[in-house]
């Protein structure tokens, strides 16, 4: 990584350089991942002050520091300082910076929505490996950059971890990355800096209220991706109300894709849809602009996953990925596999559903539900698999200022499931949507 000068960050950030100017290297926000080199942002948080972590941080390594006015007064060190308003909303920017802004070298593909952005990422990472990409995933369930898996703690990481990670693909000569883009991360800055190739959006629901103030706010979250300053192009689903007034109102160029009868007009209409005899694929007959034109194949069944076949297929055209691989459809099973019964149980109904069945009837009816949905849809879930989604049921209501997302079932409620080790019940909340 190339030293970037602490003078020059302080004039990306329009303010003066401090008195004593430092080599930076890297970026984090979090003390406990500081390494030699790095700027420590101090950021306000919800409890605390990050500036109460700088000396953690100056131990590890840390050649500067960025943070606010109320955490440059709780400072006491020698180490020069970035002092601005909003740290937070300038992270990305700065992020890029130090990593030589990595995004603009790489195809980049972002899809958002409440339902259906991890199975439509893995099918875009598929259909763009099979086009001859090095590619990249970031999303709820791992990391991936190229044939290296990573665990994932965040659907979307935060700014400087994203950088990153991008600088990582692109030194390791990763071509495309597909990325899950939840609307904690647009509102928080963690996809700054970065303008996507390609926008994609599945749905929307009623979900994560707890972070929103109402469903608008949420929708406003969802459609800031579709503006100049976050993508050049989108593929918006308008099978819902939502996608249908994010068609009218982005200010991007946007193709859309209709699988239902009553969604109205699409530049891409699903005319016919044939599930496999062995019922774990679906062929799709497409119209564009009214003419029947191509076929998708989508490698795992499901009325929900032909909204996410199709997505993925035109969100790769729209990329400008080779046709024919983006349609064919390829998905990487092995991926999938032990995680893929909570991907497709979770994808129809919020946590709410989750919950309700497990108030009237816990973990008997509870357990059936997963396991006869996962059969629907021609899965059949391992052990591991069903209780992790027990555990996202049973979990606290996720807390976005938590520094570890994963949730961690108690000793009674691993009793009750019968889990004999608790590296077994890593509770994979629904995550950031």
């Not at 030293?3 to 984090?28: H, S």
């Not at 970031?138 to 994932?152: L, M, P, Y």
């Not at 209501?397 to 077994?424: C, F, N, P, Q, V």
Request: hydrophobic residues 40%.
């Amino acid at each position: 990584m190339t030293p970037r000068p602490l003078a020059g960050l302080a004039g990306t950030l329009g303010i003066a350089a401090p008195a004593r100017d430092a080599a930076v290297t890297g970026v984090t926000q979090a003390s406990s991942k500081v390494q030699p080199g790095d700027l420590f942002a101090a950021l306000p948080g919800a409890l605390t002050h990050g500036a109460r972590f700088t000396a953690q941080a100056e131990m590890a390594g840390a050649v500067a520091l960025l943070t606010d006015p109320d955490g440059a007064r709780r400072l006491g060190t020698d180490l020069p300082v970035l002092v601005v308003d909003d740290p937070r909303a300038r992270l990305g920017e700065l992020a890029a910076t130090i990593y030589g802004r990595p995004a603009d070298d790489l195809l980049m593909l972002g899809v958002t929505g409440t339902n259906g952005k991890t199975t439509t990422t893995y099918l875009i990472e598929s259909g763009l490996r099979a086009a001859g990409h090095r590619a990249g995933l970031v999303g709820t369930v791992e990391t991936r950059i190229d044939n290296e898996r990573v665990a994932s703690v965040r659907t979307t990481p935060e700014a400087t971890d994203l950088h990153a990670l991008l600088a990582v693909m692109r030194e390791q000569g990763v071509t495309a990355c597909v990325t899950e883009v939840s609307s904690h991360a647009l509102v928080l800055g963690r996809v700054d800096a970065i303008v996507f190739d390609v926008a994609g959006f599945t749905n929307l629901s009623q979900d994560h209220l707890d972070f929103h103030r109402d469903l608008e706010d949420y929708y406003a979250a969802k459609a800031a991706l579709f503006t100049p300053l976050r993508s050049r192009r989108g593929v918006v689903c308008v099978d819902d109300e939502y996608g249908r007034r994010l068609a009218a109102e982005a200010s991007v160029p946007v193709v859309t894709i209709a699988t239902r009868d009553d969604a109205g007009a699409a530049d891409w209409v699903v005319v016919k849809r044939e599930v496999s005899r062995s019922g774990r694929s679906t062929a799709i007959d497409l119209e564009h602009d009214g003419r029947r034109e191509v076929s998708v194949s989508a490698p795992i069944p499901g009325d929900f996953n032909v909204a996410n076949a199709v997505g993925a297929a035109i969100g790769q055209i729209s990329g400008e990925v080779d046709r024919v691989y983006a349609l064919e459809g390829r998905s990487r099973t092995e991926a999938l596999d032990e995680a893929k019964a909570e991907v497709l149980a979770f994808a129809a109904f919020p946590r709410e559903h989750w919950r309700k069945i497990w108030s009237t009837n816990p973990l008997e009816r509870l357990n059936k539900e997963i396991k006869r949905r996962a059969r629907v849809v021609g899965i059949f879930p391992n052990e591991a698999a069903v209780i992790r989604l027990i555990g996202a049921v049973l979990a606290d209501t996720h807390d976005e200022w938590a520094t570890d997302e994963r949730r961690y079932l108690s000793e009674e409620s691993m009793a009750k499931i019968g889990a004999k080790d608790d590296t077994e019940t890593v509770a994979l909340t629904e995550g950031d949507r």
